[in-house]
């Protein structure tokens, strides 16, 4: 069975495939990462099963599965296995595997609806048919109809039944048999067995119309659960498919193909995935861009929501900059390549998505525990019904057994968390908010405290350079040019501007060349203090460059005494002291004081810690409005002010964006990173900002609470759901026809219930 499994698979050993799929994560010991679609899934139990069966497969390490997105990230060594190999332990589990990225991965999820909506028509239409001879026997008085007929009836009955139990329920069989070959049940199982009761019981006592079940046939229960079951699952679906649409809107939006320019100045069409850095590309209207890069030639607007949040067309000109999986919408525009593959901002995007996709909050592993024993109780629960009832009727006893099994299968259970937390993320997705843990809409539901970043967080990330002092002797456009050396190394806001103001002013010199020829090695960054190199030259041999190490930085990190000032100041140094000071000019950003003052009308408290000189951090804490604010906090001062915070019962969040601010997003109860923010801080925080607004982390923050109130609502409706109904159902008072609508309503309302939280978002 495994050899014929693996033989469609062998495509995907190549490993010119993987980039499609996957990421290289540890590159020492060859661990990559790929990113699936399971087909054939309904419920938390099945993730768990497809758990189980990777696990085994040797060379697979991490597995996370989500029930309700259907999607998983595996972790596996190209040393001692390949997707193939563990693809097929999925499929030899029942689950089939395709790339999540791979281009038929959507006509396999098209295929599947079809079939399954053939399934529903079907189990309809023999449902109607059995109804109306079912009828005559509910309406007619004792006498009205001859044995022959009802006889006649029930022959009719049973070979319309036959489509709906070999067509129809074909899968859940397969399911469950499949799950019982493992050692393991599913919430297929105890549907499976209730359509094979119904229908044995019910084939029995029309063949044997005298025997111990023929005193009533159950083909109108046995057609209408299914038809009822295959209507929850079908609609199920589709509502999964549609609060999983921005995930999907996300990761399918590169093209396959893009006009490249050759070297005779012609345009040739290639896959996307040969293309390299410094190649030309065509981007003609209505196409999608294909990496990032720099605007050559042509004048267009752009749509970007999907990637940034920012909702109108953006201009971009000759030496804009653009990103991968934006939109050309006016003109035709020539782009050169500067990143391609997984170093663009949508493949970091998109890694942060799909994080998301399969991770699990708490509240949602806590039904999963529950999943399991219920479904045991269940089957136990059945059982115990039976063996009570039948001395006095064993056919009544078996029906009431059925609508026990069909009627407590925890399906809403397991959809209560996962589906509200999904159709949150979409919404925030699609309003430029990406959740990189679904726990964080848990914990941001709970906080009480609001810990800020200053630098590029509620200031812009951009400084201008107002005034730059230097020792006697040397000019201010040289320190600019060895201090801009140092900084290009760094992504700090501080390093960037010094950085750009070095370059502008190089070109207004004409000094690009020897701007560009500066080199610095044995660089160090040290977090939330500056950097540290030797600065040497490449081509410019006559170029004058210090000798030594130099830094650039805090006054503290450079050995410098600075007076406290209401500005922001950095320092550059050489082993012998102070050579410069560049004072830079930070702007407030425009929603910054609103979003302070927002958080605390709602009963938050706000505080503010920099690593910048206290006098800057207090000028602007003022003209937000926050009253707790330090400065001169360095990366362990601001993790110990949160870890004090939190020993006092506090929830704290922090947003930030910093290389500087990892450990203490790390050790938030829940964090924000803005969009621009380092990767490592991004990799850290709980939500990434890709737009430039501060004014979302209200929305957000409401709309988290908004999201536990709808999982709330729906574990509080699976509970009253099965209280109120197992009861009726052991008691023989609920019909199997009523339990299998019963059991599809109540997913069908869970998953309704979420679905408002893709459309109530309403972001500042």
């Known amino acids: ?146 044995p022959e007929m009802v006889q006649l009836l029930r022959w009719a009955s049973w070979v319309l039944s036959l489509p709906v139990m070999f067509f129809s329920s074909r899968h859940f069989f397969a399911s469950a048999w499949h799950e019982l070959n493992q050692s393991r049940i599913s919430m297929d199982l105890p549907v499976a067995i209730g359509i094979g009761v119904t229908f044995i019981v019910s084939s029995w006592g029309t063949f044997e119309p005298a025997g111990p079940f023929g005193g009533e046939v159950y083909f109108d229960s046995l057609t209408m659960f299914v038809f009822f079951l295959l209507t929850g699952r079908w609609l199920e679906m589709r509502l999964r498919h549609r609060t999983a649409g921005a995930l999907e809107a996300v990761m399918n939006r590169l093209p396959e193909s893009v006009n490249r320019k050759t070297s005779s100045g012609q345009w040739e069409r290639i896959a996307i995935r040969r293309l390299v850095i410094g190649d030309v590309i065509q981007i003609l209207p209505g196409e999608t861009i294909a990496a990032d ?23 971009r000109g000759v030496g804009s900059t653009v990103i991968a999986a934006s939109h050309n919408l006016s003109s035709p525009i020539q782009v050169l390549v500067t990143q391609v593959g997984a170093a663009t901002r949508f493949a970091q995007i998109v890694a942060l998505m799909e994080s998301a996709s399969v991770s699990k909050p708490e509240i949602a592993l806590a039904a999963d525990r529950w999943a399991k024993p219920f479904l045991w109780f269940v089957l136990l629960s059945s059982l115990g019904a039976a063996i009570y009832g039948w001395p006095q009727s064993p056919a009544h006893a078996l029906m009431v057994a059925v609508a026990v099994l069909v009627v407590t299968c925890p399906c809403a259970l397991s959809l209560a968390a996962p589906a509200a937390m999904l159709a949150s993320a979409g919404a925030l997705a699609r309003s430029g908010v990406l959740v990189r843990k679904l726990q964080g809409l848990q914990a941001l539901a709970s906080i009480d405290t609001v810990v800020f970043d200053k630098t590029g967080t509620l200031t812009q990330d951009a400084f ?111 082993e012998t002291g102070w050579l410069a000071t560049f004072e830079l000019q930070e702007e407030i950003r425009s929603d910054a004081r609103e979003t302070v003052q927002d958080f605390i009308k709602q009963g938050l408290h706000v505080m503010l810690l920099s690593g910048d ?73 709980d939500f990434v900002l890709l737009g430039a607004q501060l004014g979302v982390l209200v929305s957000v923050w409401a709309h988290s609470r908004l999201t536990l109130r709808v999982v709330h609502q729906n574990l509080a409706w699976a509970a009253i759901y099965n209280a109120t109904c197992v009861p009726l159902a052991i008691l023989g008072c609920l019909p199997a026809w009523l339990a299998g609508l019963g059991m599809a309503l109540s997913s069908l309302c869970v998953v309704l219930n979420a679905l408002r939280l893709s459309t109530d978002l309403k972001l500042n």
């Open 464 to 574: 201008a350079l107002v005034d730059v002092q230097t020792r006697e002797g040397l000019g201010p456009a040289q320190a600019l040019f060895w201090a801009a050396a140092l900084a290009r190394h760094s992504l700090h806001p501080v390093s960037r501007s010094l950085s750009a103001a070095s370059r502008q002013e190089a070109a207004k010199n004409q000094q690009l060349e020897e701007w560009e020829s500066l080199q610095v090695s044995n660089m160090q960054e040290i977090a939330g203090e500056g950097v540290e190199g030797e600065i040497s030259h490449v081509s410019q041999p006559n170029l004058f460059v210090p000798k030594g190490k130099l830094r650039l930085g805090s006054g503290r990190f450079c050995g410098v005494n600075l007076a406290e000032a209401p500005f922001l100041r950095a320092v550059l140094a050489d």
């Open 613 to 685: 000189g206290d006098a800057a951090v207090q000028k602007v804490a003022q003209a937000v409005g926050i009253t707790d604010a330090r400065g001169g906090c360095s990366p362990q001062d601001k993790l110990t002010v949160l870890q004090r915070l939190q020993s006092q019962g506090h929830q704290v969040a922090m947003v930030g964006d910093g290389l500087n601010d990892g450990p203490v997003l790390a050790g938030a109860n829940v964090s924000f990173a803005l969009g621009h923010a380092a990767p490592f801080a991004q990799s850290k925080a």
């Open 1 to 146: 069975m495994l050899t014929n499994t693996v033989a469609p698979l062998t495509l995907l050993d190549d490993p010119q495939e993987w980039s499609t799929f996957s990421h290289l994560v540890r590159m020492q010991s060859h661990v990559w990462q790929s990113s699936v679609v399971f087909e054939g899934m309904h419920c938390a139990a099945c993730a768990i099963a497809v758990e189980d069966a990777l696990r085994k497969v040797s060379g697979v390490g991490a597995v996370q599965i989500s029930g309700a997105s259907h999607r998983g990230l595996i972790e596996w060594s190209d040393k001692q296995t390949r997707p193939s190999e563990w693809m097929a332990a999925a499929m030899n589990a029942g689950y089939r595997v395709v790339p999540a990225n791979d281009a038929v991965a959507h006509e396999h999820r098209r295929s599947d609806a079809r079939q399954l909506l053939w399934r529903w028509g079907v189990a309809g239409l023999c449902m109607m048919q059995v109804m109306m001879y079912a009828t005559p026997a509910y309406l007619s008085k004792p006498g009205d109809i001859t």
């Open 293 to 315: 890069g720099t605007v050559l030639d042509g004048l267009s607007h752009v749509d970007e929501a999907l990637l940034t949040g920012e909702s109108r067309p953006l201009s």
